[in-house]
């Protein structure tokens, strides 16, 4: 699990300032359910939703978990993305923007699946949403393309 360090230490770090009605005690405690989920070998999203759940119910579990998720694998993924970018300095990643494509696809992600995310779209960032489970994966390409 020792690619998941940086996003569990990036929820350390995260203030969860968008989660509503969060009281010290639980955005503690909240920091301390999604970095321990990138820690611990084999954990899934439902185990985190049941933490979640002690904190704040099982509708805003589910939501919170998921969304928070992705916030967190796309903060990892910017990062590393500038690691390799600084490293090779003729290399851009260009995000792309990538959607399950399965039948929970919301009307938000669905256009964007596959899309590169420049021009009008530079700077969209999973998540779009609540709930949203998108990612962005980034291709190399030789810079001023």
């Not at 399950?100 to 998540?127: A, H, Q, W, Y």
């Amino acid at each position: 699990h020792l690619a998941n360090e940086p996003a569990a230490a990036w929820a350390e770090r995260y203030s969860f300032r968008l989660v509503e009605g969060v009281t010290r005690t639980s955005r503690e405690r909240l920091q301390n359910y999604v970095s321990d989920f990138f820690r611990r070998e084999g954990a899934t999203v439902a185990d985190l939703r049941a933490q979640v759940a002690t904190l704040f119910g099982e509708d805003r579990a589910k939501l919170i978990a998921t969304t928070e998720v992705t916030r967190a694998a796309d903060e990892v993924e910017e990062r590393i993305v500038k690691e390799i970018e600084s490293a090779h300095p003729r290399i851009e990643m260009v995000p792309i923007w990538e959607t399950s494509m399965d039948e929970f696809v919301c009307r938000i992600c669905e256009p964007l699946n596959d899309k590169e995310l420049t021009g009008e779209l530079e700077g969209t960032r999973p998540p779009a949403h609540p709930r949203c489970r998108c990612i962005r994966r980034h291709e190399p390409r030789p810079r001023g393309r």
